[in-house]
């Protein structure tokens, strides 16, 4: 069993900038990818950022040069940082974190984004 805990999100001004961090922790865990999603009130949940095991990153066209995905690898713990925030970033924000020792993937609680002036 794996545990994340999220931390970092907040009320932010547009244009302002929220750094994300999600720990994980838990017996048999060997990390694999680690993703950020989102999801607005009404609105599907959406892939926002993935970072792979080697270091390699996605990102979804509409984040692109304002949010950076990063690892800590010795901490388990995956950041999003959060550049020049827009009103429709608003979400609730999900790390999601692949565990290559059961297969599994598991999610976050989810922290609260709201991007308003």
């Known amino acids: 069993q794996v545990h994340l805990v999220e931390s970092g999100g907040g009320l932010v001004q547009p244009g302002g900038s929220l750094r994300l961090s999600c720990a994980a922790s838990?017996?048999?865990?060997?990390?694999?990818?680690m993703a950020w999603y989102r999801q607005a009130p009404g609105k599907q949940r959406e892939l926002v950022a993935t970072i792979f095991s080697g270091g390699s990153t996605n990102y979804r066209d509409s984040v692109k040069g304002r949010f950076t995905i990063s690892r800590d690898n010795a901490k388990s713990t995956v950041y999003l940082q959060m550049n020049s925030l827009k009103p429709e970033d608003t979400a609730v924000y999900y790390c999601?974190?692949?565990?290559?020792?059961?297969?599994?993937?598991?999610w976050g609680q989810g922290t609260q984004v709201t991007v308003s002036s």
């Open positions: 838990g017996y048999l865990l060997r990390i694999g990818a």
């Open positions: 999601n974190v692949g565990n290559q020792y059961d297969g599994r993937a598991y």
